[in-house]
């Protein structure tokens, strides 16, 4: 992401939904003046304490505090799918965008590209109660379609949009952990499971593990799951 706003010392940027802060420690690493913002508290402590030079504060991605024209660059890592008002959180990137601002964002590609979420996917459909109450958001993989992404990012006034799949590679021990990765990692998937009987929470759990083993070989664990990497302008 920070290859893709052309991140330069001495530019300000903003790291959106930054969860634990690597993107904002990453630029601050690099000279830029970096902010961090993410609507848990949870997320903003465990980003003070693993960064603490840097400024962190909770915040609304659909409602942001910054004045217009406050960052060079935004970076949103995996926070738009959660999104219940997408297209206001673009909008707002945008207002705080300086003309000819950067903005990227990631997203996960969809299951038949990323074999380590098909897991969750293909357990959670055979298992669980989908008529369980989530929050409001858009679709797991709404954005994973680039043309719904793209579209999406030219509806808000960018300009010079692309896109890339990025060819991630889940390495664990064992198959074991890839569970911890959706439990302690995932955000909507696991509100789901955890609205599900213990019973039925126990089979998601097991059938994970049990279809990740197919991909254990002698020096570990190895699960592709791409994710797909936006980038756009604002207009200068």
Known sequence: MLQAVAAAPG???????????????EAAARGLDA?????????VAEARRGFPGIPFQEGDAEALTFADQSFHAVICPFGLPHLPELDRAIEEVFRVLKPGGRFAATAWAPPDRSQLLDLAVKAITAHADMSVNLPPGPSLFMLSDPSVAVGKLKQAGFVDTSWQELPIIYSSPDAGSVWDWFDKGT???????????????????ETIIENARRYETGAGLRIPNPAIL??????N
């Open 11 to 25: 530019m300000r940027l903003l790291d959106l939904c930054c969860g634990p802060g690597y993107g904002a420690g």
């Open 230 to 235: 936006y980038a756009a302008s604002k207009p």
């Open 187 to 205: 955000v909507r998937s696991m509100m789901l499971v955890r609205l599900q009987t213990l019973e039925i929470q126990a089979r998601i759990r």
């Open 35 to 43: 902010i961090g913002i993410d609507i848990a508290p949870g997320m």
